[in-house]
């Protein structure tokens, strides 16, 4: 089993930064991918960004793009996501999640596994 643990979440005013952490404790893989998504209430939940297990490939949603950063420490078995100049659309619960077979379909929530519980998100304008 993986365990999943995302901290950093808070309320900030739009134009600011924060950091998300996605701890991962538990079985490893040897290829997998790690990914960021947000559900707003009412809406379903939506693809972020995703990492490669050796993070050189990275990949993003067009609404975040050149506004996030998502990045991992392998040694601290730990997953960023670095979110600067936010939005009040930005708000939601951020989850990170891990696909332990590496698929090609990170975009799809069904892809991932393993999932951690949350954290909340808020932008005010």
């Known amino acids: 089993q993986v365990q999943l643990v995302e901290s950093g979440g808070g309320l900030v005013q739009a134009g600011g930064s924060l950091r998300l952490s996605c701890a991962a404790s538990?079985?490893?893989?040897?290829?997998?991918?790690v990914g960021w998504f947000r559900q707003a209430p009412g809406q379903e939940r939506d693809f972020v960004a995703a990492?490669?297990?050796?993070?050189?490939?990275?990949y993003y949603a067009d609404s975040v793009k050149g506004r996030f950063t998502i990045s991992r420490d392998n040694a601290k078995n730990t997953v960023y996501l670095q979110m600067n100049s936010l939005k009040p659309e930005d708000t939601a619960v951020y989850y990170c999640?891990?696909?332990?077979?590496?698929?090609?379909?990170?975009?799809?929530?069904?892809?991932?596994?393993?999932w951690g519980q949350g954290t909340q998100v808020t932008v005010s304008s």
């Open positions: 999640a891990l696909d332990p077979n590496g698929s090609y379909y990170y975009k799809r929530t069904g892809s991932y596994d393993y």
């Open positions: 538990g079985r490893t893989f040897s290829n997998y991918v």
């Open positions: 990492i490669s297990w050796s993070g050189r490939r990275t």
